[in-house]
């Protein structure tokens, strides 16, 4: 470093040492900006993590295989052209860390008093039993207890508007793949709560044995979905699925083409997290600009000094800047060590339960795990120091302005 | 040589109606080497015509010439270079830098020039010494007295040794003693080093001193007397 870089720095530092109170807030502010920016942005990606996990596990998996025509006519006409034994051994032979096929058509159930239109699901209820919805320790009655079981399972809602519940008899009706009607009569043995008032109005789960049966699909299905390490890596997973089913006419989809509110999420995130940051500096900017100008008013005389001995604007310029930024990089290493330590500090999650009756209806857990992710660490940090060095620009620019003579004969 | 030279210099300042003329054609010629005083009484100009010497302020017309180079067409970039290098201010307040010790308000310059730090160092310690102020070096300005203070001043002017020396009543603040070491200190550095001083001064001693004595009064100069320095 030259040494008029070097002394410009040195009376940067020092000057922050003049106003130690001004400096003292300033610091607090800007370390209270950075958490704020970086630890509600963990708690809010945690939020966001939670309700993609939880709709992913639920039905869509990560990748999914349908026939090509399965997603305009989601109908059981659109059948996997693979037999499902030779599915079942193809997926598990690739070992993902979880996988599936089932059945899943539209159907419309009634009781004796009232009639609805559903999803039906076969599954396999030993594989699914891992990210299924239903929430097995608040069931009423018994989930399913293998691919042939008899008995249907149904939410807790469709239950209350069919005013039916368990042990009692349902009729289950929907098509086969002529387009004959197709019907039968099932009786109630489980009645569950899913996070999701949604869902336990639309799936009913039966056997997926019982499904083939019944709609007359020997050893066949309409999706198989595999389930990855992270949700948010799922190009590996997609590969290997699509190795599996070469050759074969069917499409393969990621969570994100089939579930396009859920997709939607993490851009989402993105640019929240984005405009949150923003929406923080300008509140600090405000402060930051001030104390600048602030500071550099003070200073007109010496400013006028060193420019009547020879100083440069330029060596002016950057004293001021260096300045700004001296305290944004202190305040950051303050906001960021609290980040950490709160987000620390609640790494197992907090119950966020009271609040959670609002929170459930988007999908999101009653228990909150921050995430604080490298990105949004850095992106807080970027903006921060790339744009408080053009806030402190104007204040730099005006002092480097000065001119000597006035300078030197203001009374201070 | 001609080391200052200004020719036809008017500088009119307007405060509502009035107009104050703080140089009224004033046209001079310094040799290099030169001890002069200027000397007029309170808003005689003294401070006008140094600081457009400097190329700290320009006039409204004429021509100011440093060592043969005209000035007062250059950019303030040019003007801040040759200010650096050539020309060493004491400044009529004292304008120390706060919140730098007296030890650094001296190596200002030098730093700024480019100077090593251990030279830095030494050779302010030096002149330090020179104005009587040993020991001091690691004082801040607001732990210092007036005339102390002045002392910084003129040792951060004359450390880097520049060809031209402007002082704007260096010794207002000294005592006797004081003030008489600071004197010797100019010519010894007039005398060696061929220092061309400008010195602007109430200051009958100073005057003394002075090879070329220039009178002031309301922007011209009415006096111009060559004497025997004492
Ligand atoms: N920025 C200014 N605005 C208006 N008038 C000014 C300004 N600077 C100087 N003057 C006027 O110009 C005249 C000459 O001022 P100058 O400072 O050169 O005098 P001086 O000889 O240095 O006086 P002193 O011995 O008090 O320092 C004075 O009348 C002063 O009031
Ligand atoms: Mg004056």
């Known amino acids: ?412 | 040589m001609t080391a200052v030279r200004c020719v036809d210099l008017s500088k009119t300042y307007r405060q509502g109606d009035q107009e104050i003329r703080a140089l009224d054609h004033v046209s001079i010629d310094i040799d290099a080497g030169d001890f002069v005083c200027l000397s007029a009484p309170s808003g005689g100009g003294k401070t006008t015509l140094l600081n457009a010497i400097g190329g700290l302020d320009r006039p409204d017309s004429g021509e100011i010439y440093i060592a043969g180079e005209r000035i007062d067409t250059l950019s303030k970039a040019e003007l801040a270079e040759l200010r650096l290098h050539r020309i060493g201010f004491v400044f009529q307040a004292y304008n120390l830098i706060p919140v730098l010790t007296a030890r650094e308000n001296v190596e200002f310059v030098m730093q700024v020039q480019g100077v090593g730090p251990a030279e830095r160092r030494r050779q302010a310690e030096q002149i330090l010494e020179e104005v009587g102020l040993e020991g001091m070096g690691e004082r801040r300005p607001a732990e210092m007295s007036g005339g102390q203070q002045q002392r910084v001043a003129v040792a951060r002017a004359i450390v880097s040794k520049p060809a031209l020396v402007l002082a704007d009543e260096p010794t207002a603040n000294l005592d006797s003693t004081t003030s008489d070491e600071l004197i010797d200190l100019f010519t010894r550095l007039n005398r060696h080093h061929g220092t061309t001083f400008i010195i602007a001064t109430h200051d009958r001693r100073v005057m003394g001193y002075a090879r070329r004595l220039v009178k002031m009064l309301d922007g011209r100069i009415v006096d111009d007397i060559r004497q025997h320095a004492a």
């Open chain 1, 1 to 412: 470093m030259s040494g008029v870089l070097r002394i410009s720095s040195a009376l940067a530092w020092r000057n922050l040492w003049r106003n130690r109170r001004r400096t003292a807030i300033m610091l607090a502010a800007i370390s209270v900006g950075a958490w704020a920016m970086i630890f509600l942005t963990a708690l809010t990606q945690g939020m966001v993590n939670e309700m993609i996990r939880d709709g992913l596990s639920v039905l869509p998996g990560h990748v999914q295989v349908h026939h090509p025509d399965y997603r305009d006519d989601p109908s059981i006409a659109n059948l996997i052209p693979v037999a499902d034994g030779e599915l079942e051994d193809r997926f598990d032979a690739a070992g993902f860390q979880d996988w599936s096929t089932r059945i899943r058509v539209p159907a419309v159930i009634s009781s004796e008093r009232e009639t609805r239109g559903v999803t039906l699901l076969g599954i396999d209820p030993a594989r699914e039993r891992n990210f299924t919805f239903v929430d097995l320790e608040t069931l009423d009655g018994r989930f399913l207890d293998g691919t042939e079981d008899r008995g249907i399972v149904i939410g807790r809602k469709l239950a209350d508007t069919l005013e039916t519940r368990t042990g009692k008899r349902v009729v289950v009706m929907s098509q086969d793949p002529d387009n004959e009607l197709a019907d039968r009569g099932f009786r109630v043995i489980g009645v569950y709560r899913a996070n999701l008032p949604s869902y336990e109005e639309q799936f009913v789960l039966i056997g997926k044995r019982t499904a083939q049966q019944f709609l007359n699909v020997d050893d066949r299905v309409t999706e198989a979905i595999a389930i990855g390490d992270d949700f948010r890596e799922v190009e590996p997973v997609l590969q290997e699925v699509r190795a599996l089913m070469h050759g074969d006419p069917v499409t393969v989809n990621a969570w994100w083409d089939l579930d396009t509110y859920l997709g939607a999420m993490l851009p989402m995130m993105d640019g929240f997290v984005l405009v949150w940051v923003i929406v923080i500096f300008l509140a600090l900017s405000f402060g930051l600009v001030n104390t600048l100008v602030m500071s550099v008013f003070e200073r007109v005389r010496e400013i006028g000094v060193m420019l009547a001995l020879g100083m440069r604007p330029s060596a002016i310029r950057w004293q001021i800047v260096v300045e700004s930024m001296l305290l944004l990089v202190f305040g950051l290493v303050i906001g960021n060590t609290l980040s950490f330590a709160s987000t620390y500090a609640i790494r197992d999650g907090i119950d966020v339960s009271i609040v959670a009756e609002g929170m459930e209806m988007m999908g999101a857990s009653a228990r909150l795990v921050p995430d604080l992710t490298v990105d949004n660490v850095v992106l807080a940090n970027v903006v921060v120091l790339v744009l408080g060095f053009f806030a402190s620009l104007s204040p730099a620019w005006r002092a480097s302005r000065y001119d000597p003579i006035e300078a030197i004969t203001t009374v201070q």
